[in-house]
């Protein structure tokens, strides 16, 4: 096989592992909140094939009480069949839906009519840009692979938009500067299961939806009831902030900055908190680390040692005594040195 042939299936694979099916409930547990923001708009999903796609037979069957003016649908073509679900699309497809013309209220994609695109219907391609620029909002389920890609994309067109992503979007240095700049935010729920092309359900970590649609959410306080202690709130090794372990747990009588989880952002007020970045090692993030260790080494409970330079690229908690699990030193922290999760740094704006 030829290394370009080997790449195309390599891709064909990858495309294959990110192909998740969004349940119905889910999407009509969201979309719920955002009904006014559909009247009179053009809806576009364009990683949907309308014979399957729940996001499709969502719009369709709601299309009149939500006032739509429009809805377009994309399918992406395999070109590697002999890898994909019989409801793969063997060409790629559109559809435009203008409302129920028997008055049913049950869309056939059959009645309706799909169309083929020219190319393979890739979210990039010339044709699906063509009718992204029709669209006012899109709503899908894109593949998380390409998740960065799919969100440039969206911005540099300054579309609106009701997607899903995996938890770990939040960190991509494409994805965060949105999200301090209140252009992203997460919608209302998180979504753990999704259905395979076989017909199992698959169970992700954490999905959340990403919005810039503004939501009622948005401006609910989260209520602190906890008072700051150094014991109960240690402040980072190499970060000027102390260390939170759960949204819930933010003191309400600190000042100054807090490292919370990156889930905190499903609690974001950003009336009641002021993001200052995250920390992840790189300056671009803009919570930029007090300390660059020398000499890092992880050290592994069997008793060996391995590249430590992820002490670079997180929070850190100096500990006085040995723990006994990974943990790592360095050349200049006296003691022992426990990594964290990449923490979003936040203020209380109102202290």
């Known amino acids: 096989m030829s290394s370009t042939a080997n790449q195309n299936l390599h891709q064909a694979k990858n495309a294959k592992k990110d192909e998740f099916y969004t349940q119905l409930t889910d999407i009509e547990n969201e979309l719920k ?24 037979h969502y719009f369709s069957y709601n299309f009149e009480d939500l006032g739509l003016k ?56 010339a044709e699906s840009i063509e009718l992204l620029k029709q669209a006012d909002i ?3 389920n894109p593949p998380f692979s390409l998740f960065r890609e799919y969100v440039a994309q969206l911005i540099a067109h300054n579309k609106q938009f009701v997607i899903i992503g995996n938890v770990n979007a939040i960190t991509y240095k494409e994805v965060f500067p949105l999200i301090k700049e209140d252009k992203i935010w997460l919608g209302y729920n998180c979504l753990r299961f999704f259905k395979k092309p076989d017909g199992s359900m698959y169970e992700t970590a ?13 401006y609910e306080d989260l209520i602190l009831y906890k008072r ?7 402040k980072y090794d190499n970060y000027d902030a ?5 949204a819930k747990e933010i003191p309400m009588d600190y000042p100054g900055a807090m490292g919370v989880p990156i889930t905190f952002l499903d609690k974001y007020n950003p009336e009641q908190f002021e993001i200052l970045g995250i920390t992840s090692g790189r300056d671009e993030f803009e919570a930029r680390p007090i300390k660059r260790y020398k000499n890092p080494l992880q050290m592994n409970p069997n008793g060996s040692n391995s590249n430590g330079s992820k002490a670079n690229t997180r929070a850190t908690i100096l500990l006085k005594t040995k723990p006994s699990g990974i943990h790592y030193i360095a050349d200049n922290a006296v003691g022992f040195l426990k990594i964290l999760y990449a923490r979003i740094i936040i203020k209380n704006k109102r202290l």
């Open 33 to 56: 909140h955002y009904r006014h923001h559909f009247n009179g708009k053009v809806v576009y999903c364009n990683c949907d094939d309308p014979r399957m796609s729940n996001f499709f």
């Open 70 to 125: 429009k809805l377009i649908t994309t399918c992406y073509q395999n070109q590697n069949k002999d890898l994909f679900s019989q409801h793969d699309c063997e060409r790629a497809i559109y559809l435009e839906y203008h409302g129920d013309r028997n008055k049913n209220r049950t869309p056939d994609v059959d009645e309706i009519g799909v169309q083929y695109l020219k190319g393979d219907g890739d979210f990039r391609s």
């Open 138 to 140: 899109v709503v899908t």
């Open 206 to 218: 954490r999905s959340y939806w990403y919005t810039n649609l503004d939501i009622a959410k948005r």
């Open 228 to 234: 700051y202690t150094p014991e109960e709130y240690p």
């Open 242 to 246: 102390i260390n939170v372990d759960k």
